[in-house]
């Protein structure tokens, strides 16, 4: 029986998604003697991503005739495979190797585990890979911008497990879902990813999130390499699309989540950070283009 699907969610990648499977088959014989499934799940591309998976045997290949969102893909390619454990990928990823080590690790009762994302130069992606679970406070420094103007601040170092050593496994909170095996008796416990988070961003978050609230360990495994260019998807959407999506995502995430006064902290901040951004948009574009895109993510804050 096959022990390990690959799930890839594509959504125009025909840049990168023909490294990523020719990474998996070089990469998994060696990992994954008990043999392999790999399920693309595309998000109606609009390039020859499709063309790209033909070139590569033995692939599945799933086309959504509409953009479901990653949550959704991620949902169909599980229910389209049959190992117990799925490996998720993102198209931008190079699978190294360590396979078989987040296997072992769900075999021994993780609920989910990480592997470890290098840049082109073979150094981990500080910041990134690896996460604590956000908090209000968080969330509110990260919308006001000054996670940004002041990145070594207390919270943010630990949000972003920036004191965090990369070779070393253990228990994480929250894995980047560029590169997350889980078992799918976890998943089907949690009824899967949450599609709410239409299209992209924090359904990751809320996936470690609610692994760790059932009672199950979400782990970190430095065996497990992958190669990782990141925001290729991210990069394809318009500038009003990225903001109006991740704070509708951060709102959801936050409603989900936090008790009323963390709520209320998080959804003051995005007003006040909508407001801000807006006027230094306007000032610095000279054009009301910022007014526009902020308009409405401050009635998604006060709605």
């Known amino acids: 029986m096959t022990q390990v699907a690959i799930v890839i969610v594509t959504y125009n990648s025909e840049d990168v998604i023909g490294k990523c499977l020719d990474a998996c088959g070089h990469a998994c ?7 392999l499934e790999v399920i693309v799940v595309d998000n109606a591309s609009g390039d020859a991503t499709g063309k790209e998976v033909e070139r590569h045997p033995g692939i599945r290949w799933i086309a959504n005739s ?14 389209a495979s049959v190992a117990p454990y799925v490996l998720l990928l993102n198209p931008d990823t190079e699978l190294l190797g360590g396979v078989d080590a987040m296997a072992g690790d769900c075999a021994a009762g993780a609920g989910a585990v990480g592997g470890k994302l290098v840049d082109a130069g073979g150094t981990p992606q500080a910041g990134f890979a690896v996460r604590r679970l956000p908090t209000a406070s968080t969330l509110a420094l990260e919308v006001l911008g000054i996670n940004r103007i002041w990145p070594g601040n207390p919270v943010n170092r630990r949000y972003r497990c920036l004191d965090w050593n990369p070779e070393r496994a253990g228990d994480a909170e929250q894995p980047a879902g560029a590169f997350l095996m889980f078992r799918r008796d976890a998943w089907e416990v949690l009824e899967g990813f949450d599609e709410g988070f239409h299209p992209l961003w924090f359904e990751d978050v809320d996936f470690c999130k609610r692994l760790q609230a059932q009672g199950l360990p979400v782990r970190y495994q430095p065996l497990a390499v992958a190669r990782h260019q990141g925001g290729h998807s991210i990069g394809k959407m318009s500038w009003e699309c990225r903001n109006l999506f991740w704070y509708a995502s951060l709102l959801r995430y936050s409603s989900k989540f936090f008790c009323p006064a963390d709520r209320r902290l998080v959804r003051t901040a995005v007003i006040v950070g909508a407001v801000l951004r807006a006027i230094t948009g306007i000032v610095t574009e000279r054009s009301l283009r910022p007014l526009a895109v902020y308009g409405k993510v401050l009635r998604l804050a006060l709605g």
């Open 66 to 79: 509409t953009n479901r969102g990653f949550a959704a893909a991620v949902n169909q390619g599980v229910r």
């Open 29 to 35: 014989p060696e990992d994954t003697h008990r043999g």
